[in-house]
């Protein structure tokens, strides 16, 4: 009983919400009813039912199926009805000429084979891609109408009337929809491929940011659940093949509107296939956040413990913002259908790469220590100094490359931490590297001794590579992430040139 | 002149592959033809054209437009227009009665009225997702038919009896279409759905396996200049999401075929999400190829040495075989209706992840020392050196845990190696570490400096970070693949379970 009575409710809110999301529809569906009116009046109107006929209702059926919501599909649409019917037409004149010269029977059977092969060899022909993509309306068009004028013209004896009547009624209701789509609030197919394709910008900004913040967000340990829980604003990036090469064919039949070209859909498309490049990327992206919590199929997690995330977070982020700012830039610039600002889209950019690059190539080095696992067994467990001195030494590398700054900096580090294990040898260390500062000289032979101290030290920095496996995979797909970008940025630039997007000018906001 | 001699020659080869693609084309081609043959006899025979009259036409209509490819989409388009057709001549009939009462100005405003609210109403209808995917045929009928008996109705005063002609027309249309679809060589879009789902687990397979054997080729230098060089298998899987659900949506209105259910079409659908799912970590996988030659925006190039690939080849390569055998197991339950056998699904993928594991977890740790960067400016290149004390390594965790096997193995392998600078290290080591173990009582004191001597050793096995993340991105997606397979696994199972698949017996073919 409470699903009943919720029911209509619910209906008229769907009912309304279709409105509220675009109210073009409602615009729309004001057309329709406009025209089926106007249609239905040739029928209705005396003096103007005397000049149409009978055949006023074909009118009525054309607008009925050619008008659709955006002027390419309408268009479209049209076009296939008209050639469909004059190709019908005369092909069904041509026919009902043959088998006017034979008998009644030989006519019967004339004409059902006709059908025969004429339904057979189109049915076939729909299937032929480019036929199916383009011109699917028009066969079947074509078939309605040539079995209509053939098998009428078996009782009817005035097929060329039929045909002509058919063809003129069909043209004025072709020509009405035509007006109604291009003259009353007309939509556009190519409008909202580019109002798609700037939302789809948008929405990989958007998510790329939202998903390194939440990488490197404490919040981390919060386990969601949800299979599925991808981001909806990048799903609906990965699905828009099939709905953007619509939109495109439609806007292919749109008239020029710019003084310069024709409206570049096929760039248009291109650039939907780089973004969707980069939206795979960009899932990947967000697999290594669940990585991160459950994955490894449930026998061995490993997680890239925070304080080594923590080290990189900077950098990451920097380059995610940048990528985003890119992204948004880009967006902002097919809005307003100006050229990208160059600056935006390789300095900062680079810039924040160099910096990831730096940041990784001052990071530890990959070495093998078979023993210290064994070790580790019956001391504590080894992340959190281990990843202290890592933090430690990473700001060394920064700092300077001399090995004593290297080693008073994680002093410093180490005091801020309570790692009982670490401390002791940092402090022998310091000592053993005055030994080696005071054997520099000694290049070749003292190489191997004065090595040890300093290695001894790093020992404890250990950290397996297993853990840093995760995120390593982040940071490789963030980069890549760049190179996609790359790709991205450039389909949107030749988008630019193609379409004669306006100069970038100083002035020019900038997000 | 070449041009216009290839194009009829380009014409009849694209006309043939249609047909040799799918033979269905041609069966469903000539199953047209023959129904319109059947109908025009309506027309053409003179007992059967007395009994349906005029409006025989309708039913030649409603043959072009309703037969469709596969039972379910001809069944939808059916009910579609038999209840489009039923509601608006009950309407239409409603409207008729109503203004039969009134004098001829006021009938004509009327009408036109209707047709108005009528068309508006019905074109915003259809913008409802839940109509515009179930019933959008039907409303275009529904607005077609209303129009056509409203209008008609204003000066053929029989309306009724048009609305009747109609209906039963169109009802014998119909039916000549049921039976052709259902009886004569039928295509069920759940088939469709069935083939479509084992051929992508099929695809897949073959293209994970691909893709891990091209990373490890050594032929990988060869560099691919195609951008978008994705390996149209997966391709397939991914842009599949709209295919998917048509046929879903069509395999929805078809009567059930095995005896226990109805066709489990929504199960189907959610195979095709974890796949695609899967899928989407595939590319990053294949991306991953990429990275590894040119990325890096061109300004850094890093690769992972070949050596360093090399030691985790056999594990990947044998995990990669596993998720491929998993999917080909998966994909023959699917074909051949039974469950999948446990062992291959669970056994072995998990000995392979644990494999891959343990290599991992046996290999370089990571450590800081931003003096080797300096020394090896003037020493040989490090790699060659390092990377073959890493694979003496490894083979030296999995030989024994004790540090002086440890250091045999590293020095039989250092051997077989030119390099002057691991050489004589090596050996100190051995005598270092015998005094290691003359002290191994002495625990917290003496580990310290019994570190020391091991790890000095290891000095010369670096690797940059930098170096190993492209490989560790490539093993991380490999063990994400895995826990995506888990999902897919997952579905398969709850598939054959709503499906009552059989049981797997011993005897049942593996891959």
Redesign the interface.
């Known amino acids: 009983a409470k699903m009943i009575r919720k029911f209509p409710c619910l209906v008229s809110r769907?009912?309304c919400n279709?409105?509220r999301e675009?109210p073009r529809?409602?615009i729309?569906?004001?057309k329709?009813?406009?025209?089926?009116?106007l249609v239905?009046?040739l029928?209705?109107?005396e003096p103007l039912?005397h000049g149409v006929g009978q055949n006023?209702?074909w009118a009525?059926?054309t607008v009925?199926?050619v008008l659709e919501f955006t002027v390419g599909a309408t268009l479209c649409k049209g076009f296939n009805r008209g050639l469909g019917t004059i190709l019908a037409g005369s092909l069904a004149f041509f026919i009902d000429f043959i088998a006017n010269e034979s008998n009644h029977v030989f006519r019967?059977i004339f004409?059902?084979?006709a059908?025969?092969?004429i339904?057979?060899?189109a049915?076939?022909i729909r299937?032929?891609?480019?036929i199916k993509k383009n011109y699917d309306y028009g066969v079947?068009i074509f078939?309605?109408t040539f079995?209509?004028i053939t098998?009428?013209s078996?009782?009817v004896h005035s097929v060329l009337r039929i045909a002509q009547e058919r063809f003129y009624t069909i043209a004025i209701g072709c020509a009405i929809c035509l007006f109604v789509t291009l003259f009353v609030f007309p939509n556009w197919s190519g409008e909202d491929l580019h109002n798609s394709t700037v939302s789809k910008l948008e929405g990989l900004a958007k998510s790329i940011e939202a998903c390194v913040n939440e990488y490197f967000s404490d919040s981390s340990s919060e386990i969601r659940e949800d299979?599925?829980s991808?981001d909806p604003i990048y799903k609906a990036v990965?699905?828009s093949?099939?709905a953007d090469e619509t939109l495109a064919s439609y806007a292919s039949w749109e008239p020029r509107k710019s003084r310069y070209c024709k409206f570049p859909w096929k760039q248009y498309v291109k650039v939907g296939?780089a973004l969707r490049?980069f939206g795979?990327?960009v899932?990947?992206l967000h697999?290594?956040l669940r990585?991160e919590i459950?994955?490894?199929?449930g026998?061995?997690i490993i997680v890239t413990p925070k304080a080594v995330r923590a080290l990189f977070k900077d950098p990451c982020i920097c380059l995610a913002a940048e990528v985003s700012k890119a992204l948004k830039e880009l967006a902002n610039s097919v809005r307003n259908r100006r050229l990208c600002s160059p600056s935006i889209l390789s300095d900062h950019l680079?810039q924040a790469?160099?910096d990831l690059?730096t940041a990784?190539?001052?990071?530890?080095?990959?070495?093998?220590?078979?023993?210290?696992?064994?070790?580790h067994n019956h001391a504590p467990p080894p992340h959190p100094s281990s990843l202290l001195?890592?933090a430690a030494?990473?700001v060394?590398?920064k700092g300077g490359?001399k090995?004593p700054t290297?080693t008073t900096t994680t002093t410093n580090n180490s005091n801020n931490n309570s790692d009982n294990v670490a401390m002791?040898?940092t402090k022998?260390d310091t000592s053993a590297l005055l030994e080696w500062k005071s054997k520099k000289d000694n290049k070749e032979g003292g190489?191997?001794r004065m090595?040890?101290?300093?290695?001894?030290k790093?020992?404890i920095?250990?950290?397996?590579?297993?853990e840093?496996?995760?995120f390593?995979?982040f940071?490789?797909?963030l980069?890549?992430t760049?190179?996609r970008l790359?790709?991205v940025i450039e389909e949107v630039e030749e988008l630019g040139r193609i379409a004669h997007f306006k100069e970038f000018r100083p002035g020019d906001e900038v997000v």
């Open positions: 769907t009912f279709v409105g675009d529809r409602m729309h569906a004001l329709v009813g406009v025209s089926l009116t239905s009046l029928y209705l109107l039912f006023a209702i009525v059926m009925v199926v019967a004409i059902a084979s059908v025969f092969l339904g057979t060899s049915t076939y299937f032929i891609p480019y079947v078939l309605l079995n209509l098998v009428s078996y009782r299979k599925w991808d990965l699905d093949k099939s296939v490049h795979y990327t899932v990947a697999g290594c990585t459950q994955v490894n199929f026998f061995t680079h790469l160099q690059d990784l190539k001052s990071q530890p080095r990959l070495f093998l220590n078979p023993t210290t696992d064994q070790k001195a890592l030494a990473a060394a590398s490359q090995p290297t002791p040898r022998t190489e191997r090595l040890r101290p300093q290695l001894s790093i020992a920095t250990s950290l397996e590579f297993a840093a496996l995760p390593a995979a940071a490789s797909l980069v890549e760049v190179a790359d790709l």
